[in-house]
């Protein structure tokens, strides 16, 4: 409840399937693409479903940089490979955070303050080599890094598509092998049978609301959360 969306894991051949389908979403869906903000605009590199009905955010000029896109509820496809052991992984990994870095060059504004520190130094040194390199060939480069050991088999997987500090969260493959059933309020929904693990990891006592201090709205703004009818 203290997010403006959704997050959910996905298989490259997945994502693939829900990009061939862009077109046969129900009215109000949209799918966005990492390119759909604009040749020279980088947000990030997750696929997106949007639903227009349901309005998050305020329109700002940064909003509007991004056409619009984020202010709406959605639901964020995150792409999880295999991870390389050893020097591979490290090499790739590393390729990315850089490449990542480097697109900030193409964003509306940086974040700097959110940054860990060897994220600020590594987006200042970045930010004029995305520049001279351009966001096409960024985005080609991102495409080939994640794409690279997606069909290898590895005790590990992790998420590529996602926030740097977010590449070297690795889960047990063997969490994901078998997909169950889970109720969330009145519908069924697909999780990953090692679900408790994953969430263990990533959250602690997952089941227990943090303090009250804490339960805050990450994102989305109060004041502009909106349903069209």
Known sequence: PWDDDMDMYITPDELQKVIDHKD??????????????????????????????????????????????????????????????????????FKLSFLYAAANAFRYDLVLPHYSPFMKIAVNVAYPIGKIIGLKRIRKAINHCTAKYKDIKAEHIHMVNAMRQDLTIYYKSSDFDKTI????????????AGYDDILTGLYGDYMQLPPKSKRKWHYAEHSSFDIIK
């Open 181 to 192: 059933y889970l109720p969330i309020r009145d519908k069924d929904f697909p999780v990953p």
């Open 24 to 93: 046969d979403f129900s009215e109000g869906f949209e799918l966005i693409l990492p390119n759909s903000y604009g040749d020279n605009i980088y947000y990030d590199s997750v696929v997106r479903l949007i639903y227009k009905k349901v309005i998050v955010k305020g329109d700002t000029p940064k909003q509007r940089y991004y056409k619009g896109y984020k202010r709406y509820l959605g639901l964020d496809l995150f792409v999880i490979v295999p991870q390389p052991y050893g020097i591979k992984g490290l090499i790739n990994n």
